[in-house]
T-cell receptor, first 114, second 112 residues
Framework: ETGVTQTPRHLVMGMTNKKSLKCEQHLGHNAMYWYKQSAKKPLELMFVYNFKEQTENNSVPSRFSPECPNSSHLFLHLHTLQPEDSALYLC?????????????FGPGTRLTVL | AQTVTQSQPEMSVQEAETVTLSCTYDTSESDYYLFWYKQPPSRQMILVIRQEAYKQQNATENRFSVNFQKAAKSFSLKISDSQLGDAAMYFCAYRRDDKIIFGKGTRLHILP
């Protein structure tokens, strides 16, 4: 356990569904990240939030909508996804106050879009 | 823009032997941090080792050590006395502030 939790761990959804992924950390970290990991592109950065402000949006399609209500919680809202969006979605957090701190990763949500 | 390159998509090593995974990066910054992460099959990504760019001494964590060549922008990971539990995907990462860049990873197989 790294202290970063993600729910659900597995999700199957149709292309017309709306669902949300949740990430939570109580490590006192100020920055949180969403990554997409698939076989074709191993680790793609999607979004970065630092002190609840979005600092990075890596040209992610609008069918993915992030939300960061506070520094401990991060959501990824999904709607009208495509089968190619099936992947492992990883959340990570970090304290940027000390430079050598590493990211702590959650276990991921395995998403399958039918 | 910063980039991180891992040129070996897959590698294999005999159990108890030593293996070196390569990583190169590109940056114009002088102050940054480098990491190696391990992602075992169906398990969480965890940190293996870290290196501060301002330190000349190579980091070591038990069987894991790095060869950090700042001028060459190279950051390789050496695993000594390889064990079956070392089988995983290994990612090299560069960090400056909240910007973190990962390489594409190297899948390491341990042969019994």
């Amino acid at each position: 356990e790294t202290g970063v939790t993600q729910t659900p761990r597995h999700l199957v959804m149709g292309m017309t569904n709306k669902k949300s992924l949740k990430c939570e950390q109580h490590l006192g970290h100020n920055a949180m990240y969403w990554y997409k990991q698939s076989a074709k592109k191993p680790l793609e950065l999607m979004f970065v939030y630092n002190f609840k402000e979005q600092t990075e949006n890596n040209s992610v399609p609008s069918r993915f909508s992030p939300e960061c209500p506070n520094s401990s919680h991060l959501f990824l809202h999904l709607h009208t996804l495509q089968p190619e969006d099936s992947a492992l979605y990883l959340c990570a957090s970090i304290s940027t106050g000390t430079g050598n701190n590493e990211q702590f990763f959650g276990p991921g949500t395995r998403l399958t879009v039918l | 823009a910063q980039t991180v390159t891992q040129s070996q998509p897959e590698m294999s090593v005999q159990e108890a032997e030593t293996v070196t995974l390569s990583c190169t990066y590109d940056t114009s910054e002088s102050d940054y941090y480098l990491f190696w992460y391990k992602q075992p099959p169906s398990r969480q990504m965890i940190l293996v080792i870290r290196q501060e760019a301002y330190k000349q001494q190579n980091a070591t964590e038990n069987r894991f050590s790095v060869n950090f060549q700042k001028a060459a922008k190279s950051f390789s990971l050496k695993i000594s006395d390889s064990q079956l539990g070392d089988a995983a995907m290994y990612f090299c990462a560069y960090r400056r502030d909240d910007k973190i860049i990962f390489g594409k990873g190297t899948r390491l197989h341990i042969l019994p």
